[in-house]
């Protein structure tokens, strides 16, 4: 997902003919940086992917995607 408004987006991932009772994660988002913020020489790891680990129970997810921001969820 990625997010070019001014404001958090709310979101609902349904994970159709999921079986299990319980799904994991991991989130890796990349925001709270300015749109000219970038990486250089001297700063190569300003910018990165912030990972969270996540469960969810039954198959629907509810996200808030913060703005400006970009969003990968990945389920094990």
Do not use: C, W
């Not at 808030?64 to 990968?72: D, R």
Request: no cysteine.
């Amino acid at each position: 997902m990625v997010n070019v408004q001014d404001q958090p987006v709310t979101a609902q991932i349904v994970l159709e003919d999921i079986e299990k009772e319980t799904i994991v994660g991991t989130i890796f988002e990349m925001s709270g940086y300015e749109l000219s913020d970038e990486n250089s020489f001297d700063t190569p790891k300003k910018i990165l992917p912030k990972p969270k680990d996540i469960t969810i129970t039954g198959n629907t997810l509810n996200y808030e995607f913060p703005k400006h921001s970009i969003t990968v969820v990945r389920f094990h």
